[in-house]
Every structure is written in structure tokens, then in C-alpha cells.
């Protein structure tokens, strides 16, 4: 099951829009605020400085790999669309780091 999810993305079969709106919009933010709680949760609770940076970096690998398969999933559509949701999709993997 959570290897299909992977191969599918990658492999570029999900549609666009799935992979777009759910995957990255929907699911790749509320992991980044979720991080972005217990990051505030773990200062204010005066944890180890690497235990707060562990929970800053803990949702890069995913931001990465949606980004990646965004890419992918727009390969298909039409030269605008495409560039517009590349443009995007690249904003909020800058912003996903940044936060």
C-alpha cells in the first residue's frame, strides 16, 4: 500500500490534480504544520537544540518527493498549465523549507 502510493508518483500516474491539490496543498501542508508545532512545542518545553532541528527537517524528504512528483504528474499538460503548476509547486517547496 505505502509502497504503491511512492512508485505510483514517481512513476508520473496519478493525475496532476490529485497529486497537487491532496498530496502537496493538502496533506504536504498539514504535515508542515504539524512539524511546525512541535517545533514550537519542543522550544517551549526547552528540548535539546537537536531534537528541535530534528523536527524542523523531518518533513523535507516529503516536500522533496512531492515536488518531484508534481513534476512528473504535469509532464503531460498542456505547456501554460504545466508551468504555472511547476512555478507553484516550487514556491511551496521553498516555503515548506523555510517553515
Not at 67 to 79: D, I
Request: glycine letters at 4%.
Amino acid at each position: 500500500m505505502v509502497t504503491s502510493y511512492f512508485t505510483a508518483r514517481l512513476a508520473g500516474t496519478v493525475s496532476l490534480s490529485v497529486v497537487f491539490w491532496r498530496d502537496m496543498i493538502f496533506i504536504g501542508s498539514c504535515l508542515m504544520l504539524l512539524s511546525f508545532a512541535l517545533i514550537v512545542a519542543l522550544s517551549l518545553n526547552n528540548a535539546p537544540t537537536w531534537l528541535i532541528v530534528m523536527a524542523y527537517l523531518v518533513n523535507w524528504p516529503y516536500s522533496g518527493f512531492i515536488l518531484v512528483a508534481v513534476w512528473r504528474a504535469s509532464a503531460t499538460s498542456k505547456p501554460l498549465h504545466r508551468e504555472i503548476t511547476r512555478a507553484i509547486a516550487l514556491l511551496w517547496l521553498i516555503f515548506a523549507l523555510i517553515v
